[in-house]
């Protein structure tokens, strides 16, 4: 059984920052691409960013670059969102994603598997 654990998520100021993790198991972790996507209250879920199998590539959301950072560790079966500079406009829930292909994509219909989520809250 494929299982995604995301964590991190929190209240914080305007401008602060938050690391989100999601912890795979159930598989060969380094055989996916993992993407993180968010949903707001009323709004359709979005794609943030996408991380490659080896992590050599990576991929983000206009709204999000220069402030969002993705990452992975297969060693330890994680990708880490690194996220700085937040704006009240990234209030959302935020879920992480496995994807079984060398294809990097931001479309959640084509992903395999799917986390929790975790809230992120940014008060003005």
């Known amino acids: 059984q494929v299982q995604l654990v995301t964590s991190g998520g929190g209240l914080v100021q305007a401008g602060g920052s938050l690391r989100l993790s999601c912890v795979v198991s159930?598989?060969?972790?380094?055989?996916?691409?993992v993407g993180w996507f968010r949903q707001a209250p009323g709004k359709e879920r979005e794609f943030v960013a996408v991380?490659?199998?080896?992590?050599?590539?990576?991929d983000y959301a206009d709204s999000v670059k220069d402030r969002f950072t993705i990452s992975r560790d297969n060693a330890k079966n994680t990708v880490l969102l690194q996220m700085s500079g937040l704006k009240p406009e990234d209030t959302a829930v935020y879920y992480c994603?496995?994807?079984?292909?060398?294809?990097?994509?931001?479309?959640?219909?084509?992903?395999?598997?799917w986390g929790q989520g975790t809230q992120v809250t940014v008060s003005s």
């Open positions: 994603a496995a994807r079984g292909s060398l294809v990097l994509t931001g479309i959640d219909t084509q992903y395999d598997y």
């Open positions: 159930g598989y060969s972790f380094n055989n996916y691409a």
């Open positions: 991380i490659s199998r080896s992590g050599g590539t990576t």
